[in-house]
């Protein structure tokens, strides 16, 4: 994950997930499983939303799609972002050097499971919504939550994770703000010249 602050904003980019890749152990009603996106789910998702919301640690929104502070692609590797946040509270987290990673929301469209012997279940998720990528500022670890919505029809289960492999290093490239006085313009020699021309 790579964080650049400028001009009191924050670009953020890199891996929200990478595809095919075993997640860490998660735990839910039916026990310890692994998960896995297979590759092009997150391409199909794309295309049913091309306004997936941009939002810290889940909550507030700071953007989406259409209004181009957030940009999404998969490609060979797993889900990529890029987004730029003027958020005041984000930024001076960036510059603090406390952003943590990404992490999505998603409601499963298609799934299967496979039984091995001496291991965990291991979920694949053949085909997913994604309705929103968070940045984060608390530690992503395979963070594995589900929300369980009311509907008409049945219950809707919104799932969220982060997964700390995608993130990798982070890399911070952070502006150095000037103090306030530095920035005051300094007009002491003109007032030095003014003085003795009046004299």
């Not at 997150?42 to 640690?57: G, I, K, T, W």
């Not at 998603?106 to 496979?114: H, M, N, Q, V």
Request: net charge negative; charged share 35%; proline share 2%.
């Amino acid at each position: 994950m790579k964080i650049e602050v400028r001009n009191g904003a924050a670009t953020i980019e890199g891996y929200v997930n990478v595809t095919e890749r075993l997640s860490k152990p998660i735990r839910d009603v039916r026990g310890q499983f692994l998960e896995k996106v297979a590759t092009g789910a997150f391409n199909s998702a794309l295309q049913r939303n091309d306004n997936v919301e941009l939002r810290f640690n889940h909550r507030r929104k700071l953007g989406d799609q259409q209004d181009g502070s957030l940009e999404l692609r998969e490609d060979n590797i797993g889900l990529y972002a890029k987004a730029t946040v003027s958020d005041a509270e984000v930024v001076k987290l960036a510059e603090q050097r406390k952003l943590k990673g990404w992490s999505f929301g998603f409601r499963k469209l298609e799934d299967s499971w496979d039984k091995q012997e001496n291991m965990p279940e291991i979920r694949t998720l053949k085909a997913i919504d994604v309705s929103e990528v968070s940045i984060l500022s608390i530690t992503p670890a395979y963070i594995a939550t589900s929300i369980s919505m009311r509907a008409d029809e049945g219950e809707d289960l919104l799932e969220c994770r982060s997964n700390e492999t995608a993130t990798g290093v982070l890399e911070y490239d952070i502006e150095e703000r000037k103090a306030e006085e530095e920035e005051k313009p300094n007009n002491q020699k003109y007032h030095d010249i003014l003085t003795k021309l009046n004299a």
